[in-house]
């Protein structure tokens, strides 16, 4: 069992829905939780940290972790066609410095205008 | 800020060949990190400096892949011989020190694309 699941999609979605997107994990060490976006052919970029168990917020974006079922998911609203693109989820025990992320395998996100 | 550079942007070799990949990190950022990207995959770590010392290794194929980082600052990994199955994107990133991952999150470079024919 990998220690970062996450559902490889692809997803689409017409423009203005409203999208999920989930990761579940074994490790119970898992503390820091994020979500990064990956455009085409570049490299990821962090769109959202969560520490523990809640939610958390940022414009369109909502993040939750819920460590009882060992489960984090994204949420965007109202999609717009510049959120096509792969999402990855990441995943670290500790937030010292010099972190190990793990990551999930990513969703691929195409939004329809 | 300049981002982490990496070049070259993409490579293509036969199986059996040799390749190096560079990078250079946003200024300042003591810790490097070299990840694997195979299509469809998330990024694996293959090594973890700060500064010119090893982190973690310890999922680096040692028999043909090594890296260094001689003066802290830009980082070289090699493959020899590369094998089909290192097809793959090579992500370099870095970050500060002590900051945590949410002040000073991993900032990857564009990647290199490497095909083993």
């Known amino acids: 069992q990998k220690e970062v699941e996450q559902d490889p999609g692809p997803l689409s979605v017409p423009e203005g829905a409203i999208v999920s997107l989930n990761c579940t994990y074994s490790?119970?060490?898992?503390?820091?939780f994020m979500w990064y976006r990956q455009y085409s052919r570049k490299g990821p970029e962090l769109l959202m940290y969560?520490?523990?168990?809640g939610n958390k917020e940022d414009g369109r974006f909502t993040a939750q972790v819920d460590k009882s079922s060992k489960y984090i998911s994204l949420f965007i609203r109202d999609s717009q066609p510049s959120d096509s693109a792969t999402y990855l989820c990441a995943m670290s025990e500790t937030n010292f410095g010099n972190e190990k992320l793990t990551f999930g395998t990513g969703t691929r996100l195409t939004i329809i205008p | 800020e300049a981002g982490v550079a990496q070049s070259p942007r993409y490579k293509i070799i036969e199986k059996r060949q040799s390749v190096a990949f560079w990078c250079n990190p946003i200024s300042g950022h003591a810790t490097l990190y070299w990840y694997q990207q195979i299509l469809g995959q998330g990024p694996k770590l293959l090594i973890q400096f700060q500064n010119n010392g090893v982190v973690d290794d310890s999922q680096l194929p040692k028999d043909r892949f090594s890296a260094e980082r001689l003066k802290g600052v830009d980082s070289t990994l090699k493959i020899q011989p590369a094998k089909l199955e290192d097809s793959a994107v090579y992500l370099c990133?870095?970050?500060?020190?002590?900051?945590?991952?949410?002040?000073?999150?991993?900032?990857f470079g564009n990647g290199t694309r490497l095909t083993v024919t």
């Open positions: 490790n119970s060490a898992f503390q820091y």
């Open positions: 990133a870095s970050s500060l020190v002590g900051q945590g991952l949410e002040n000073s999150p991993l900032h």
């Open positions: 969560t520490y523990s168990s």
